[in-house]
């Protein structure tokens, strides 16, 4: 199985500025046959089920603010969040669907500063 | 527009079972695979299980194989999850979540989720 691991656990960021948040895995999602990187990272706020806003690690889900941006390849990839603004807080995770017994990352809790 | 709804959470002694279903609307069931995830209290998200949009194939969490079962009733546009011998670990909020297509994809809608608690 795959494992995933997100750094940090939590992180405090002022609004405006850039928030990043890491995602590790166990072994590479990237299908060598599409070329494709089979992560997606989702915001879940209190008390609402998570919402899928990056997939293929970069591409946007429709309606996502495009201040949230995916990268990186193989086993490493980030989200970003441009420029944070208060509806931002949240928890953050990556998700890998490459093996088909899929696995999310532990998770990591975006505050204010 | 898409909707899920799960139902069927309830208190469950250790030991019991439970089935837990995941009524689809606003979308072609039969097209798409489905996955549930949980959450314990406090905790991170867990895929539990999948299935494929004709029923098959079928995927478990470690943690659940050979206690539950993952169906689905095309007709009826409805998800099931069947949990056996259930634990006190088990205790979550159990979401049904459908995939972007049929095969491996990210899951693009979910539910609102049900509460499963298993105690004595």
């Known amino acids: 199985d795959i494992v995933m691991t997100q750094s940090p656990e939590s992180l405090a960021v002022s609004l405006g500025e850039r928030a990043t948040i890491n995602c590790k895995s166990s072994?590479?999602?990237?299908?060598?046959?599409?070329?494709?990187?089979?992560l997606a990272w989702y915001q879940q706020k209190p008390g609402q089920p998570p919402k899928l806003l990056i997939y293929?690690?970069?591409t946007r889900e429709s309606g996502v603010p495009d201040r949230f941006g995916g990268s990186g390849s193989g086993t490493d990839f980030t989200l970003t969040i441009s420029s944070l603004q208060a509806e931002d807080v949240a928890v953050y995770y990556c998700?890998?669907?490459?093996?088909?017994?899929?696995?999310f990352g532990q998770g990591t809790k975006l505050e204010i500063k | 527009e898409v909707q899920l709804l799960e139902s069927g959470g309830d208190l469950v002694q250790p030991g019991g079972s439970l089935r837990v279903s995941c009524a689809a609307s606003?979308?072609?069931?039969?097209?798409?695979?489905m996955s549930w995830v949980r959450q314990a209290p406090g905790k991170g998200l867990e895929w539990v299980s999948r299935?494929?949009?004709?029923?098959?194939?079928?995927y478990y969490a470690d943690s659940v194989k050979g206690r539950f079962t993952i169906s689905r009733d095309n007709s009826k546009n409805t998800l099931y999850l069947q949990m056996n011998s259930l634990r006190v670990e088990d205790t979550a909020v159990y979401y049904c979540?459908?995939?972007?297509?049929?095969?491996?994809?990210?899951?693009?809608?979910w539910g609102q989720g049900t509460l499963v608690t298993v105690s004595s």
């Open positions: 293929w690690a970069s």
């Open positions: 606003g979308i072609i069931f039969s097209g798409y695979a």
């Open positions: 979540a459908k995939d972007l297509g049929d095969g491996w994809y990210p899951l693009d809608y």
């Open positions: 998700q890998q669907y490459y093996d088909p017994s899929y696995s």
């Open positions: 072994q590479s999602v990237l299908y060598s046959s599409n070329n494709k990187n089979y």
């Open positions: 299935i494929g949009g004709s029923g098959t194939p079928t």
